[in-house]
């Protein structure tokens, strides 16, 4: 016992040393605690006092939390009475100047330093409800104020708080705010007052306070009453929403909020009589619930960029049983001005609207519809009208449905509808007079979804644009639609087709189309995908195809007032990644009126690597392969030229195209050849232009399926060749060739000729010259008198609308002499023209022959000049005249001047005597050929016979008929053989 005795009396000693020290070292105790309890909350500029620790009472001075003091607290008191704390005492929390600082300049964070400590992590703890403590708190805040920091300085709001009750069940208190002041400007009235307990709240505020143009006044009441939740709201309060839960793009915005509205949560038999035990009753009644309430939202801002918008939204919400009803009580309505001032804005709103649009909402036209079942279905539509400074009118009626997720916390959509009409539109130059576009869509399976679309169009012009167009364009009308996929990142558009009436198109300067014409297309399909882990959502083309066609459209070439005629155009497209953009087209006829030109069965086919369409896309990579074919008919009748068959291939860079053409006949003759380079972009290039060796015979090819002007040339044996080297710059082609003619048997009017050679050789392409020194030389010719050694030398230049032939050398032998044309130069398509025949040493004989008199004959030589004028299809010869060098014979055996001299008595008798002898002295003829009038020849004669009156001299001039017109017309031939060709080398 003893020894008992003293271990207890050593324990009671070491427990009163522990108690006087605690007792003893408390301040510092409670100190250090304290600051443990602030570092494991990791509290920024944390600092307090604890000043008293007893049994009765803790108090804390001078706490401060903050960087820049954003919590400050002077005293903080815990009353209580330790022996019954635990007992269900009362512990009393008194605090003394509370000071809140809160930042709403949007400058800064909301709470400052502190407002890390209220970022969510993502995590959060959920209870049942608040523990029960086992004594009786009582909260008090007296003298304390929240301070905020605001655009027109600093405000204090006085606030004081009372709470008691121990568990959630006796919860009771009240929460007041009332005066306050900002900078030196206190509020008229300012009272915002809550009351509550386990079973009701109530919310009270008066508050008028013009300096920062905050006003209002209603109450807000809720309590658990039979037959469960009844509420009911009525007041307003109007007021700036502070610029720190403003987006940053809006400088500032003020709202007007018209509340009233009652409401209940029917529960049923089981009335709840506490907040707590009523969340999950009022859960599960939602759907007997009924509510009236209007809400009246009044809009008023600026953004940052300046722009300024208003508006006005009366809602209605009704609720009766499980369905739920949102719409407008009146149309509501919305301004935006100053559009101009936000870069944002697309420049297309400012030109279509002007610098400000209103809008109205329809109420027939907008509701919202949710029914509280299992399935939670969601309807909701809004009807919209929106017109600008200028004419524009838009109308849209956007519809969905579908339903609301399990955590009420998001619309799943299933179906929706969009259809958006204008009137009056102007979008990017282009007016439209009216317009329409219209839309659906509905979920599939997974993510997918599917929809039509459809656009209609009237009126659209852009030729009245203030901007310079490129092009110039005016639809009548114009229709386009189709369906759509989207599953996950895949976007599809299918079945794509429509029409465009077409009433005007022109290129300024190029082309313009003349007549109105039918542009349709169908079976368009395109596929997007969307680019995996793209932050601005960008998408690729991953393929693409459709087909197009024009029935018919007349065109004009504006600088060259040429038209052109197409006929049934197809042109259709595909592309494909990984393949190749391929553009195939045909067309049934192309008709050029001013070249008399038809090209028909046109074919084009355009291949190359597939690429990604996008602005900056550097045409300059494209390696386009084409391959072209037409049948190319030219209905001039002056020249009456076949139908020729044209094929063309190309390939390589646009920079560097390799080019391949064939001109063919329908028979399969190849006409000509070109191979070349060519730039596409600046249109450089060079070109080898070939004609092969094109042979004719008797029994094969002949000159006159070329043109009918050649149908009077028969060529048995021979051949035309020739080759030209172009070169173009900007398109425009420049060059020079030669054409070679060799025909060894030929007949022209079926008269024969042998050994043509032609050489032929010319500068330039689109205005060719043949300098001089061309030539053409035809070993011999049969025109009823031989002729041989026929020798041209000449040069052919363009001038004006004509082609002058500079003739140097035109030379034959005929009847033992030498014909030719004096040089001189000779208009070609003149309808006069004039030339001078000169004759050297024509033996008589064998002219008599030539001109068809073969009762004439005689010896001796003639020389002199004949004029020749062409006028129109008529020749004309004025004082045409031969004379021989010297004294000759001539024999005269020609009954019809013995006839016409028979009545002439004695001394006539003895002229024609003498004339079948008759020793000439001089003998000259004389040949004229009036307009539309046969030829006349005239003999003159001096001279005597011998053996008729001694010799006796004789002056005779006879009128000779002949047959000078053929050889004539030999001439005029050549002559319309030259007009047709020049006429459509001129395209006359």
């Known amino acids: 016992m003893r020894k008992w005795g003293r271990r207890l009396l050593w324990f009671g000693a070491v427990m009163l040393l522990i108690i006087g020290s605690a007792i003893y070292y408390r301040l510092p105790l409670a100190q250090y605690l304290l600051d443990q309890v602030a570092d494991n909350l990791a509290l920024p500029g944390f600092s307090a006092e604890v000043s008293e620790v007893s049994h009765r009472e803790i108090v804390i001075q001078k706490v401060v939390v903050g960087i820049e003091s954003e ?179 809006i400088e500032r915005t003020r709202m007007k909020v018209n509340l009233d509205g009652v409401g209940q949560i029917d529960v049923g038999e089981s009335q709840p009589s506490k907040w707590r035990e009523a969340v999950n009753p009022l859960m599960l009644h939602l759907g007997q619930a009924t509510v009236n309430l209007t809400a009246n939202l009044e809009a008023e801002g600026q953004l940052a960029s300046g722009t300024r918008f208003d508006g006005q939204v009366p809602l209605k919400l009704a609720q009766k049983g499980p369905e739920t009803k949102v719409s407008l009580g009146d149309v509501g309505q919305f301004n935006v001005t100053n559009l101009s001032a936000d870069e944002v804005i697309p420049p297309v709103i400012n030109q279509m609207f002007g610098a400000s649009l209103s809008g109205q909402i329809d109420p027939a036209e907008t509701t919202a519809a949710f029914t509280l079942n299992d399935e939670r279905p969601v309807a909701g539509k809004i009807g919209v009208k929106i017109r600008g400074e200028t004419p524009v009118e838009i109308t849209s009626l956007s519809q969905v449905t579908g339903s609301v997720s399990q955590g009420y916390d998001q619309v799943e959509l299933e179906n929706a509808a969009l259809d958006i009409r204008g009137k009056a539109l102007e979008l990017a130059g282009y007016k439209i007079s009216d317009g329409a576009l219209t839309a659906t869509v509905s979920k599939g399976a997974s993510e997918s979804w599917r929809g039509d679309w459809k656009i209609e169009a009237e009126g659209v012009d852009n030729t009245q644009s203030k901007e310079q167009a490129d092009y110039l364009l005016k639809v009548t009308q114009g229709t386009a639609g189709g369906s759509f996929s989207l599953d996950k990142d895949k976007l599809i558009f299918s079945r794509g087709e429509g029409q465009v009436e077409l009433d005007k198109f022109e290129v300024p300067d190029v082309i313009r189309t003349q007549a109105k014409g039918l542009l349709s297309f169908k079976n368009i399909e395109s596929e997007f995908e969307r680019l995996p882990d793209a932050a601005d959502n960008a998408v690729e083309l991953r ?54 030109l038809k090209i028909s069965s046109v074919r084009n086919d355009i291949s190359t690597p597939f690429f990604q369409p996008a602005n900056d896309f550097d045409v300059k990579a494209l390696i386009l392969d084409s391959r072209s074919e037409a049948n190319i008919k030219q209905e001039d009748p002056e020249l009456g030229l076949p139908t020729f068959i044209f094929k063309n291939e190309t390939s390589g860079s646009l920079e560097k195209t390799a080019l391949s053409a064939d001109i063919e006949l329908f028979e399969g003759t190849q006409l000509l050849n070109l191979e070349g380079d060519m730039n596409l972009i600046s249109l450089n290039g060079d070109i080898e232009a070939i004609i092969p060796p094109v042979s004719f015979n008797e029994n094969g090819m002949q000159p006159k399926i070329l043109t009918p002007h050649l149908s009077d040339l028969k060529i048995l044996d021979g051949s035309v060749s020739g080759r030209a080297e172009m070169k173009l710059d900007k398109g425009i082609p420049d060059g020079h060739g030669y054409l070679n003619v060799d025909i060894s048997d030929a007949e022209i009017n079926e008269l024969p000729f042998k050994g043509l050679v032609g050489r032929f050789f010319f500068q330039g392409i689109t205005e060719p010259v043949l300098p001089p020194g061309q030539k053409l030389e035809i070993a011999f010719f049969d025109s009823g008198v031989p002729i041989s050694d026929i020798q041209l030398v000449f040069g052919v230049v363009p001038e004006a609308d004509d082609f002058i032939v500079d003739l140097r050398t035109a030379e034959l032998m005929i009847a033992g002499g030498n014909l030719g044309f004096v040089p001189q130069k000779i208009p070609v398509l003149a309808d006069q023209k004039s030339v001078r025949l000169r004759v050297d040493k024509l033996d008589l004989k064998e002219l008599f022959t030539l001109i068809g008199r073969e009762d004439l004959s005689g010896t001796g030589q003639l020389t002199g000049e004949i004029p020749i004028r062409f006028e129109g299809e008529q020749i004309i010869i004025e004082k045409g005249a031969l004379a021989t060098e010297g004294p000759g014979v001539l024999q005269i055996r020609s009954q019809l001047i013995a006839d016409a001299l028979a009545a002439g008595g004695e001394q006539v008798e003895l002229l024609v005597k003498a004339l079948h002898n008759f020793e000439y002295t001089e003998l000259t003829l004389d040949i004229d050929k009036p307009i539309n009038s046969a030829a006349q020849v005239s003999l003159g004669i001096s001279g005597a016979n011998k053996d008729v009156l001694d010799g006796h001299p004789f002056r005779l001039n006879i009128n000779l008929e002949t047959k000078v017109e053929p050889l004539l017309e030999v001439l005029l031939q050549g002559q319309k053989i030259s007009r047709g060709l020049v006429s459509g080398l001129l395209n006359k």
């Open 71 to 249: 919590v400050t607290l002077d005293r903080l008191v815990l009353s209580y009475d330790l022996m019954n704390l635990w007992q269900g005492g009362e512990l009393a929390v008194d605090l003394d100047r509370l000071s809140l600082w809160l930042d709403v300049t949007g400058q800064g964070p909301v709470l400052g330093s502190l407002d890390r400590l209220f970022v969510s992590d993502g995590q959060t703890e959920t209870q049942s409800s608040l523990p029960i403590l086992p004594f009786r708190p009582a909260l008090k805040i007296n003298d304390s104020s929240l301070q905020i920091k605001t655009d027109l300085g600093a405000a204090e709001l006085p606030f004081a708080v009372e709470v008691r009750g121990h568990s959630e069940d006796d919860v009771q208190g009240w929460v007041s705010f009332e005066g306050g002041h900002l900078a030196d400007y206190e509020p008229e009235e300012f009272y915002l007052g809550a009351i509550f307990s386990s079973s009701d709240l109530q919310i009270d505020w008066d508050i008028k306070w013009q300096k920062i143009g905050l006003s209002g006044e209603g109450a807000a009441s809720f309590f658990l009453d039979d037959p469960g939740l009844n509420w009911n709201i009525f007041g307003d309060i109007t007021g700036n929403i502070p610029k720190a839960f403003l987006p940053l793009d």
């Open 543 to 596: 393929s693409v195809s459709g087909d197009f066609h024009v029935k018919a459209m007349k065109l004009n070439l504006i600088k060259e007032n040429k038209d052109i005629i197409v006929s049934d155009l197809l042109s259709n497209l595909r592309g494909r990644e990984g393949d190749k953009w391929h553009i195939g087209t045909t067309v049934s006829e192309i008709e050029l009126p001013d070249q008399k």
